[in-house]
Protein backbone atom coordinates (compact mmCIF):
# COMPACT_ATOMS: atom_id res chain seq x y z
CA UNK A 1 0.00 0.00 0.00
CA UNK A 2 2.91 2.52 1.16
CA UNK A 3 4.37 1.97 -2.67
CA UNK A 4 1.80 2.38 -4.43
CA UNK A 5 1.07 5.58 -2.35
CA UNK A 6 4.49 6.72 -3.29
CA UNK A 7 3.82 5.74 -6.98
CA UNK A 8 1.16 7.59 -6.99
CA UNK A 9 2.72 11.38 -5.18
CA UNK A 10 5.62 10.51 -7.31
CA UNK A 11 3.53 10.60 -10.56
CA UNK A 12 1.77 13.89 -9.28
CA UNK A 13 5.05 15.76 -8.36
CA UNK A 14 6.23 14.60 -11.93
CA UNK A 15 3.31 15.81 -13.69
CA UNK A 16 3.24 19.32 -11.42
CA UNK A 17 7.07 19.84 -12.66
CA UNK A 18 5.93 19.20 -16.14
CA UNK A 19 3.36 21.88 -16.22
CA UNK A 20 5.61 23.79 -14.07
CA UNK A 21 7.89 23.98 -16.99
CA UNK A 22 5.73 24.29 -20.05
CA UNK A 23 4.74 27.65 -18.35
CA UNK A 24 8.16 28.98 -17.89
CA UNK A 25 7.93 28.39 -14.35
CA UNK A 26 10.66 25.67 -13.59
CA UNK A 27 13.99 25.24 -14.61
CA UNK A 28 14.41 28.21 -17.07
CA UNK A 29 15.25 31.67 -16.79
CA UNK A 30 12.31 34.20 -17.00
CA UNK A 31 13.84 36.76 -19.40
CA UNK A 32 16.65 35.56 -21.62
CA UNK A 33 19.88 37.41 -21.30
CA UNK A 34 21.09 39.54 -23.69
CA UNK A 35 23.81 38.25 -26.11
CA UNK A 36 26.46 41.65 -25.74
CA UNK A 37 27.58 42.40 -29.12
CA UNK A 38 31.20 41.58 -29.89
CA UNK A 39 33.33 45.06 -30.84
CA UNK A 40 36.86 44.44 -31.86
CA UNK A 41 39.25 47.36 -32.01
CA UNK A 42 41.83 46.80 -34.29
CA UNK A 43 44.94 48.69 -35.94
CA UNK A 44 48.50 49.66 -34.64
CA UNK A 45 49.45 51.33 -31.65
CA UNK A 46 47.29 54.45 -31.94
CA UNK A 47 44.25 51.67 -31.52
CA UNK A 48 46.16 50.05 -28.61
CA UNK A 49 49.28 51.95 -27.25
CA UNK A 50 47.29 53.30 -25.13
CA UNK A 51 44.51 54.23 -27.38
CA UNK A 52 42.60 55.78 -25.21
CA UNK A 53 39.68 56.90 -27.16
CA UNK A 54 39.19 53.55 -27.00
CA UNK A 55 37.71 54.61 -23.51
CA UNK A 56 35.75 57.23 -24.08
CA UNK A 57 33.95 55.48 -27.23
CA UNK A 58 33.45 52.54 -24.63
CA UNK A 59 31.93 55.35 -22.18
CA UNK A 60 30.00 57.03 -24.54
CA UNK A 61 28.26 53.84 -25.67
CA UNK A 62 27.45 53.12 -22.13
CA UNK A 63 26.49 56.95 -21.50
CA UNK A 64 23.81 56.08 -24.09
CA UNK A 65 22.55 52.79 -23.10
CA UNK A 66 24.14 50.64 -25.11
CA UNK A 67 25.77 48.24 -22.28
CA UNK A 68 25.05 44.73 -24.06
CA UNK A 69 28.61 45.47 -26.17
CA UNK A 70 31.84 43.68 -25.56
CA UNK A 71 34.85 45.04 -26.71
CA UNK A 72 37.24 41.95 -27.60
CA UNK A 73 40.76 41.38 -28.46
CA UNK A 74 44.01 39.04 -27.56
CA UNK A 75 45.55 42.36 -25.86
CA UNK A 76 44.69 44.46 -22.30
CA UNK A 77 45.99 47.24 -21.19
CA UNK A 78 43.97 49.32 -18.35
CA UNK A 79 46.53 52.41 -18.81
CA UNK A 80 44.04 54.86 -19.20
CA UNK A 81 42.18 57.65 -16.65
CA UNK A 82 38.76 56.03 -18.06
CA UNK A 83 37.59 52.75 -16.68
CA UNK A 84 36.76 50.66 -19.43
CA UNK A 85 36.42 47.57 -21.06
CA UNK A 86 40.26 47.57 -22.55
CA UNK A 87 40.18 44.20 -24.80
CA UNK A 88 41.76 45.59 -28.04
CA UNK A 89 43.81 44.07 -31.27
CA UNK A 90 45.91 46.99 -31.51
CA UNK A 91 49.80 45.69 -31.96
CA UNK A 92 52.15 48.65 -31.95
CA UNK A 93 54.56 49.05 -34.81
CA UNK A 94 52.41 46.62 -36.92
CA UNK A 95 51.17 46.79 -40.20
CA UNK A 96 48.48 46.21 -42.16
CA UNK A 97 50.37 44.47 -44.65
CA UNK A 98 51.94 42.51 -43.00
CA UNK A 99 49.26 41.25 -40.75
CA UNK A 100 47.09 40.18 -43.66
CA UNK A 101 50.72 38.25 -45.67
CA UNK A 102 51.17 36.71 -42.17
CA UNK A 103 47.50 35.60 -41.81
CA UNK A 104 47.99 36.78 -37.99
CA UNK A 105 43.78 38.15 -38.33
CA UNK A 106 42.47 34.49 -38.45
CA UNK A 107 43.86 33.57 -34.84
CA UNK A 108 42.60 36.77 -33.48
CA UNK A 109 39.19 36.68 -34.61
CA UNK A 110 39.22 32.62 -33.61
CA UNK A 111 39.98 33.92 -30.33
CA UNK A 112 37.37 36.46 -29.72
CA UNK A 113 34.63 36.27 -32.45
CA UNK A 114 33.61 39.88 -32.59
CA UNK A 115 30.60 41.12 -34.56
CA UNK A 116 31.90 44.47 -35.64
CA UNK A 117 35.23 45.22 -36.31
CA UNK A 118 36.80 49.18 -35.74
CA UNK A 119 39.78 49.06 -38.01
CA UNK A 120 42.44 52.34 -37.89
CA UNK A 121 44.93 50.61 -39.72
CA UNK A 122 47.86 51.58 -41.92
CA UNK A 123 49.77 54.60 -40.57
CA UNK A 124 52.82 52.17 -40.33
CA UNK A 125 51.86 51.06 -43.78
CA UNK A 126 52.00 54.79 -44.82
CA UNK A 127 55.22 55.57 -43.41
CA UNK A 128 56.76 52.76 -44.81
CA UNK A 129 56.15 54.05 -48.20
CA UNK A 130 54.08 51.07 -49.21
CA UNK A 131 51.85 52.02 -52.28
CA UNK A 132 48.37 52.36 -51.47
CA UNK A 133 46.98 49.98 -53.83
CA UNK A 134 49.03 47.58 -52.02
CA UNK A 135 47.68 48.75 -48.41
CA UNK A 136 44.31 48.49 -49.82
CA UNK A 137 44.77 44.53 -51.44
CA UNK A 138 46.05 43.71 -47.65
CA UNK A 139 42.21 45.78 -46.75
CA UNK A 140 40.83 43.30 -48.97
CA UNK A 141 42.53 40.12 -47.72
CA UNK A 142 41.90 41.20 -44.37
CA UNK A 143 37.78 41.71 -44.66
CA UNK A 144 37.80 38.44 -46.60
CA UNK A 145 39.41 37.07 -43.84
CA UNK A 146 36.77 38.57 -41.11
CA UNK A 147 33.89 37.21 -43.36
CA UNK A 148 35.31 33.78 -43.57
CA UNK A 149 35.04 33.98 -39.42
CA UNK A 150 31.74 35.49 -39.45
CA UNK A 151 29.38 36.23 -42.68
CA UNK A 152 27.47 39.24 -41.28
CA UNK A 153 30.93 40.69 -39.98
CA UNK A 154 30.38 44.60 -40.05
CA UNK A 155 33.47 46.76 -41.00
CA UNK A 156 33.80 50.05 -40.00
CA UNK A 157 37.30 51.68 -41.40
CA UNK A 158 39.07 55.06 -40.48
CA UNK A 159 40.36 57.44 -43.52
CA UNK A 160 43.91 57.46 -41.13
CA UNK A 161 44.39 60.33 -38.56
CA UNK A 162 47.19 62.81 -40.33
CA UNK A 163 50.36 62.03 -39.00
CA UNK A 164 53.85 64.50 -39.47
CA UNK A 165 56.38 62.82 -37.72
CA UNK A 166 59.65 64.88 -37.33
CA UNK A 167 61.71 62.00 -39.60
CA UNK A 168 59.23 61.75 -42.51
CA UNK A 169 58.69 64.73 -44.17
CA UNK A 170 56.27 62.71 -46.85
CA UNK A 171 54.51 61.06 -44.35
CA UNK A 172 51.71 63.80 -44.37
CA UNK A 173 51.09 63.78 -48.22
CA UNK A 174 51.37 59.92 -48.44
CA UNK A 175 48.81 59.37 -45.88
CA UNK A 176 46.36 62.07 -48.10
CA UNK A 177 47.05 60.12 -51.10
CA UNK A 178 46.04 56.76 -49.29
CA UNK A 179 42.70 58.25 -47.50
CA UNK A 180 41.34 59.64 -50.76
CA UNK A 181 41.41 55.67 -51.86
CA UNK A 182 39.72 54.25 -48.99
CA UNK A 183 35.96 55.16 -49.77
CA UNK A 184 35.91 53.95 -53.12
CA UNK A 185 37.94 50.76 -51.76
CA UNK A 186 34.85 50.72 -49.33
CA UNK A 187 32.24 50.87 -51.85
CA UNK A 188 33.79 47.89 -53.97
CA UNK A 189 34.05 45.94 -51.37
CA UNK A 190 30.50 46.15 -49.16
CA UNK A 191 27.93 44.24 -48.92
CA UNK A 192 24.59 43.65 -48.03
CA UNK A 193 25.46 41.03 -45.50
CA UNK A 194 28.97 42.76 -44.60
CA UNK A 195 28.67 46.10 -44.76
CA UNK A 196 31.84 48.10 -44.94
CA UNK A 197 31.98 51.56 -43.72
CA UNK A 198 34.35 54.60 -43.91
CA UNK A 199 35.13 56.53 -41.07
CA UNK A 200 36.67 60.03 -41.98
CA UNK A 201 39.07 60.31 -39.48
CA UNK A 202 41.56 63.22 -40.92
CA UNK A 203 38.93 65.43 -40.90
CA UNK A 204 39.44 68.52 -38.32
CA UNK A 205 42.42 66.59 -36.52
CA UNK A 206 45.69 68.13 -36.41
CA UNK A 207 48.66 67.01 -36.01
CA UNK A 208 50.13 69.99 -34.14
CA UNK A 209 47.53 70.41 -31.47
CA UNK A 210 45.62 66.99 -31.23
CA UNK A 211 48.80 64.65 -30.90
CA UNK A 212 51.96 64.99 -28.44
CA UNK A 213 54.77 63.58 -31.02
CA UNK A 214 53.18 64.50 -34.71
CA UNK A 215 51.94 60.75 -34.99
CA UNK A 216 49.83 59.22 -31.56
CA UNK A 217 46.79 60.98 -30.12
CA UNK A 218 46.91 63.70 -26.76
CA UNK A 219 43.68 63.42 -25.20
CA UNK A 220 41.99 66.02 -27.22
CA UNK A 221 42.67 63.69 -30.19
CA UNK A 222 41.40 60.54 -28.36
CA UNK A 223 38.12 62.77 -27.98
CA UNK A 224 37.76 63.57 -32.00
CA UNK A 225 38.56 60.36 -33.01
CA UNK A 226 36.11 58.61 -30.32
CA UNK A 227 33.41 61.40 -31.44
CA UNK A 228 34.27 60.09 -35.21
CA UNK A 229 33.58 56.49 -34.19
CA UNK A 230 30.64 56.97 -32.30
CA UNK A 231 27.98 57.79 -34.79
CA UNK A 232 29.05 55.46 -37.20
CA UNK A 233 29.03 52.42 -34.73
CA UNK A 234 26.03 53.15 -32.83
CA UNK A 235 24.32 53.29 -36.33
CA UNK A 236 25.29 49.66 -36.39
CA UNK A 237 23.88 48.87 -32.88
CA UNK A 238 20.53 50.82 -33.61
CA UNK A 239 18.15 47.93 -34.40
CA UNK A 240 18.49 46.59 -30.67
CA UNK A 241 20.09 49.83 -29.30
CA UNK A 242 18.47 53.14 -27.77
CA UNK A 243 17.63 54.86 -30.97
CA UNK A 244 15.91 51.96 -32.43
CA UNK A 245 12.23 51.56 -33.44
CA UNK A 246 10.41 54.35 -31.07
CA UNK A 247 13.43 56.11 -29.08
CA UNK A 248 14.91 59.27 -30.60
CA UNK A 249 18.60 60.12 -31.08
CA UNK A 250 20.02 63.78 -31.00
CA UNK A 251 22.66 66.10 -32.48
CA UNK A 252 24.63 68.82 -31.10
CA UNK A 253 26.07 71.86 -32.37
CA UNK A 254 28.47 74.29 -30.80
CA UNK A 255 29.09 77.94 -31.11
CA UNK A 256 31.26 80.31 -29.93
CA UNK A 257 29.25 83.15 -28.46
CA UNK A 258 31.98 85.64 -27.37
CA UNK A 259 35.66 85.22 -27.22
CA UNK A 260 38.56 87.01 -25.18
CA UNK A 261 42.71 86.65 -24.97
CA UNK A 262 42.88 83.53 -22.42
CA UNK A 263 39.15 82.57 -23.05
CA UNK A 264 35.57 81.91 -24.74
CA UNK A 265 31.97 81.36 -23.66
CA UNK A 266 30.53 78.70 -25.33
CA UNK A 267 26.73 77.16 -26.13
CA UNK A 268 25.78 74.24 -27.63
CA UNK A 269 22.37 73.38 -29.19
CA UNK A 270 20.97 69.43 -28.62
CA UNK A 271 18.28 68.69 -31.22
CA UNK A 272 16.24 65.46 -31.01
CA UNK A 273 16.35 64.46 -34.28
CA UNK A 274 13.55 61.91 -34.09
CA UNK A 275 10.59 63.11 -35.73
CA UNK A 276 7.99 60.82 -33.37
CA UNK A 277 9.67 60.24 -30.09
CA UNK A 278 11.06 62.04 -27.24
CA UNK A 279 13.83 61.77 -25.72
CA UNK A 280 14.52 61.16 -21.96
CA UNK A 281 17.93 62.25 -21.21
CA UNK A 282 21.37 63.25 -23.52
CA UNK A 283 24.73 63.84 -22.95
CA UNK A 284 27.32 65.64 -25.25
CA UNK A 285 30.90 64.62 -25.49
CA UNK A 286 33.10 67.96 -26.01
CA UNK A 287 36.55 67.48 -27.96
CA UNK A 288 38.24 70.64 -26.56
CA UNK A 289 41.60 72.17 -28.26
CA UNK A 290 44.70 71.05 -26.77
CA UNK A 291 44.82 73.74 -24.07
CA UNK A 292 41.55 74.57 -23.35
CA UNK A 293 39.62 73.24 -20.27
CA UNK A 294 35.87 73.70 -19.32
CA UNK A 295 36.00 75.88 -16.14
CA UNK A 296 32.19 76.57 -15.90
CA UNK A 297 28.62 75.08 -16.75
CA UNK A 298 24.74 75.90 -16.81
CA UNK A 299 21.62 73.89 -17.55
CA UNK A 300 23.83 70.87 -17.70
CA UNK A 301 26.33 68.63 -15.30
CA UNK A 302 29.74 68.35 -16.47
CA UNK A 303 31.87 65.34 -16.02
CA UNK A 304 35.16 65.20 -17.43
CA UNK A 305 34.31 66.73 -20.90
CA UNK A 306 30.77 65.13 -21.17
CA UNK A 307 28.07 67.48 -20.49
CA UNK A 308 24.81 65.28 -19.52
CA UNK A 309 21.18 67.45 -18.91
CA UNK A 310 20.23 68.98 -16.22
CA UNK A 311 16.76 67.31 -13.95
CA UNK A 312 14.81 69.97 -15.93
CA UNK A 313 15.87 69.60 -19.71
CA UNK A 314 16.35 65.98 -20.30
CA UNK A 315 13.33 65.08 -22.12
CA UNK A 316 12.92 66.65 -25.50
CA UNK A 317 10.29 66.17 -27.43
CA UNK A 318 10.83 65.32 -31.33
CA UNK A 319 12.31 67.61 -33.38
CA UNK A 320 12.82 70.31 -30.51
CA UNK A 321 15.94 71.75 -29.03
CA UNK A 322 17.93 72.69 -25.55
CA UNK A 323 21.00 74.62 -25.08
CA UNK A 324 23.62 74.80 -22.79
CA UNK A 325 26.38 76.98 -22.11
CA UNK A 326 30.35 76.85 -21.00
CA UNK A 327 33.09 79.16 -20.12
CA UNK A 328 36.45 77.43 -21.06
CA UNK A 329 39.60 78.94 -20.69
CA UNK A 330 42.07 78.68 -23.58
CA UNK A 331 45.34 80.07 -25.46
CA UNK A 332 45.64 82.02 -28.61
CA UNK A 333 47.39 79.06 -30.27
CA UNK A 334 44.28 76.38 -29.32
CA UNK A 335 41.69 78.39 -30.19
CA UNK A 336 37.83 77.85 -30.47
CA UNK A 337 37.63 74.39 -32.44
CA UNK A 338 35.22 72.41 -30.52
CA UNK A 339 33.44 69.38 -31.64
CA UNK A 340 30.18 68.19 -29.86
CA UNK A 341 28.89 64.70 -30.26
CA UNK A 342 25.75 63.74 -28.96
CA UNK A 343 23.88 60.79 -26.95
CA UNK A 344 20.18 60.21 -26.24
CA UNK A 345 18.03 57.80 -24.37
Request: proline share 6%.
Amino acid sequence: MRSSHRRIVATFLAALLALAAGFGLAGAPSAAAATPVRIMPLGDSITGSPGCWRSLLWNQLQDAGYTDVDFVGTLNAQSCALTHDADNEGHGGFQATATADQNLLPGWLAATSPDIVVMHFGTNDVWSSIAPDTILAAYTKLVGQMRAANPAMKVLVAQLIPINPSSCAECAARTVAFNQRVPAWAQGITTAQSPVAVVDQWTGFDTATDTYDGVHPNAAGDAKMAARWYPALSALLTPGGPEGPGAGGCSAAFRAVSVWQDGYQGEVTVTNTSSTAAISSWAVTLALPTGSRITQVWNGALTGTTVRNAGWNGTVPAGASTTFGFLASTSAAAGTSVTATCSAS
